[in-house]
């Protein structure tokens, strides 16, 4: 949604030599020539703390420690591989195993673990069994 400044404060700013069209879409400040845009969406902020919050990604920094990456490859995003395999790290989530994902949904596991002797196909001594069991009758 474009804010846009009523015909009457245009004038006003003209007058002091302001020609404004737009305002921030978040705080209201009157924009110039250079404002943040996203692609698909008609907003217009003046800074990117006001586009994407006060965690905005600051260009030339680490996007993992927020170190400076002067001096490094343009188009790096990391300081090092340290830092690269962090990041890496905390956007995983297949990492984490299904009776993790039950518990932080607040699910108990539960496992049951039946004796040697409840079943015939891990029993030994097939004798021992109880002849119900073993397709008998007694």
């Not at 943040?36 to 965690?55: I, Y």
Request: charged fraction near 25%.
């Amino acid at each position: 949604m474009r804010m846009e400044i009523t015909v009457e404060l245009q004038r006003t700013l003209k007058d002091h030599g302001v020609y404004a069209n737009e305002v921030c879409d978040r705080c209201g400040r009157v924009l110039g020539p250079v404002r943040f845009t996203r692609a698909g969406d008609s907003g217009a902020w003046c800074t990117r703390q006001c586009r994407d919050g006060v965690d905005a990604y600051v260009p030339g920094t680490c996007w993992n420690c927020g170190a400076s990456l002067a001096g490094l490859r343009r188009g790096t995003r990391f300081c090092s591989d340290t830092c690269r395999k962090r990041e890496n790290r905390k956007s995983r989530t297949n990492g984490i195993s299904r009776d993790e994902q039950l518990k932080t949904l607040g699910l108990q596991v539960r496992v049951e673990v039946l004796p040697a002797m409840a079943h015939p196909a891990f029993c030994d001594a097939p004798g021992t069994l109880p002849s119900h069991l073993l397709g008998g009758t007694e």
